[in-house]
């Protein structure tokens, strides 16, 4: 059997959607079993929904703590004997639960180079510091924001003012990276 994969999303999911495709065309050899979301309704569902892929969708509120609704998600997880998890915009902090549960087995990708503008909005954070080469990582989570060691990482230069192209250009690097690490680490090359 093919390694499984989660994806953990919270708004659009162009990333879900790279992953999958990947998968989907053999790019990475292994498959989405799981789509995670704590914003119901999100599009990143009707991504997943699109490539047959079930999701888990929950209120973090609707939960006493984050151990609560991590208990409930290590079940899906285990339940669908996922190997991997992959945050793809997944705006929370992974707690104890899952971080014993997946140690070593959950990635980030994140628009910035760090540990440069951790945290959220990091491409703004970025312009407003008025940088000229911005970027993306990939790295391994853990307990802090952004924080773990580094898998991978590319540089965009761009001087220019409009946010718009910046992101694209951001999204587009994105797009190729995550789904070739995440078959490198699959393959063991990591
Ligand atoms: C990406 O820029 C990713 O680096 C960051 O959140 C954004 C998610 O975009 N963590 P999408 O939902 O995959 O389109």
């Known amino acids: 059997m093919k390694p499984r994969i989660a994806v953990f999303a919270s708004g659009n999911g162009s990333n879900f959607e790279a992953i999958a495709q990947a998968c989907a065309d ?71 639960v899952l971080l014993q549960a997946y140690e070593g087995r959950i990635i980030n990708i994140h628009p910035s180079l760090l540990p440069a503008f951790r945290g959220a909005d990091a491409i703004g954070q970025a312009m407003d510091y008025g940088v000229k080469i911005y970027g993306i990582t990939i790295h391994f989570v853990d307990s802090s924001l952004d924080g773990g060691k580094i898998i991978a990482q590319r540089a965009v230069a761009y001087e220019g003012k409009d946010r718009e192209e910046l992101e694209t250009m951001i999204h587009e690097r994105e797009h190729e990276l995550y789904p070739e690490v995440v078959a490198r680490l699959l393959e063991g090359g990591i």
């Open 26 to 96: 053999g790019r990475i050899n292994a498959d989405v079993a799981l789509c995670v979301t704590d914003r119901p309704g999100a599009f990143v569902v009707e991504r997943a929904r699109r490539f047959g892929v079930p999701t888990v969708e929950f209120r973090p509120k609707d939960y006493a703590s984050k151990a609560d609704f991590e208990k409930m998600l290590l079940e899906h997880l285990r339940r669908e004997n996922v190997e991997l998890i992959c945050l793809a915009g997944y705006m929370r902090i992974i707690g104890d």
